[in-house]
């Protein structure tokens, strides 16, 4: 695939499309459990033209200065993995309709990569929500959804599960939602936590394990099913699986697929009853909730790493500071801190300077406003 760049004054459609966070409910995801993702105030911008042409597709992103082409009657994957992402897209589209026709587009982020907030599905559903858009597929939202994420299985190859597609597409600006990742049932919640906010602290680390990681606790997930459901057989998922009925199992599962198991049968109840302190705005109850998590994550799950375990470590000594764990599939990227609006200047420049000294590597830290999910922009 030969690399193009190509600039246009006018645009046939411009699409914002954000990325994520997950207030708690983190792996529950591809084990049928409850989440509680909203998208975020930090998107990646599309803007489409059609070119005329029949087959050729010309991609370029502003962030990378880099782009490619491809034609629509010889999509294959690509050995350069960002392009994979848009490739995935348009083969799954493919499967479900014939009225694809050349485009130009060019893409604009201000996601930081690697941070843990889902620039990937940000990508994939702007792209399918603009190609629906300017040539009147009539796909649902929940198509381009699923769509997205068949692309990210079948073409980039990680296993996710549907959390991160559903909040980028679905998301209601002010809420968080609610999603049984069993059922797709879903519910908004509104997300009044004032006078506190929502802080990431982005690490700026990538440990490179997170991909073939996340594979493999979703296979260990799966162990520890096929083996409960000898004695259980109308156990699908973890989401079946009780505490009690996990502990009659401790013998037969290996230590790392009981501690696995543990992990997220406790995450799916704690998303639940974090819902019911939102809804009753009891947001120290939040807080606590979420340094659990991340006790899980690090310990049962052990997915963190040093330098995550520093900052939440870090952020317990601030009573501004109510909760704090990682976020995202791990070994690297974001802390979600839920920190009092008059101490955020003030946490970020010493967890920045304590971080700097213990690492050597420079924090970054942004608000996240909970936001409206995939749109086209009017203005």
Not at 16 to 42: C, M, Q, W
Not at 177 to 205: A, H, M
Request: charged share 25%; glycine share 6%.
């Amino acid at each position: 695939m030969k690399e193009i760049e190509f600039n246009a004054s006018n645009w046939d459609l411009i699409i914002d499309s954000p990325g994520r966070i997950n207030i708690i409910g983190e792996h529950t995801d591809y084990n049928h459990g409850f989440v509680l993702p909203t998208a975020i105030d930090k998107k990646i911008q599309f803007k489409f033209n059609k070119n005329g042409s029949l087959n050729t597709c010309n991609i370029h992103s502003n962030n990378f200065n880099t782009g490619f082409s491809f034609e629509l009657d010889a999509v294959a994957k690509s050995e350069k993995q960002w392009e994979n992402y848009v490739l995935g897209v348009i083969y799954e589209i493919q499967q479900l309709s014939n009225k694809l026709q050349g485009f130009d587009c060019v893409l604009d982020s201000d996601i930081p990569v690697g941070s843990g907030i889902s620039s990937s599905a940000a990508l994939e559903c702007g792209l399918a929500f603009g190609l629906n858009e300017l040539f009147d597929l009539k796909l649902s939202k929940l198509t381009i959804v699923e769509l997205s994420q068949r692309a990210e299985h079948n073409y980039v190859g990680t296993k996710c599960g549907i959390m991160d597609q559903f909040a980028s597409v679905m998301s209601k600006k002010d809420h968080v939602i609610l999603l049984d990742c069993q059922s797709l049932d879903f519910e908004y919640v509104p997300i009044k936590i004032e006078p506190f906010k929502i802080l990431l602290l982005n690490t700026n680390v990538s440990h490179n394990l997170a991909s073939g990681e996340y594979n493999i606790r979703r296979s260990q997930c799966e162990e520890g099913v096929k083996i409960i459901k000898k004695k259980y057989p109308e156990v699908q998922t973890l989401r079946d699986v009780s505490s009690t009925m996990l502990n009659e199992f401790k013998d037969e599962l290996s230590e790392v697929i009981f501690k696995r198991c543990t992990y997220v049968i406790e995450e799916k109840e704690r998303v639940l009853n974090t819902v019911a302190a939102l809804k009753k705005s009891l947001s120290h109850k939040l807080g606590e909730n979420m340094y659990k998590t991340h006790d899980g994550l690090q310990n049962l799950y052990e997915v963190s790493c040093p330098e995550l375990d520093f900052l939440v470590d870090f952020s317990k000594n601030y009573d501004e500071v109510i909760g704090a764990r990682m976020m995202g599939g791990g070994f690297g990227g974001c802390t979600i801190n839920i920190i009092h609006q008059d101490a955020v200047a003030s946490f970020i420049k010493e967890a920045s300077k304590a971080y700097f000294e213990k690492y050597n590597i420079k924090l970054t830290a942004f608000e996240a406003m909970p936001s409206e999910g995939t749109s086209i922009k009017t203005t």
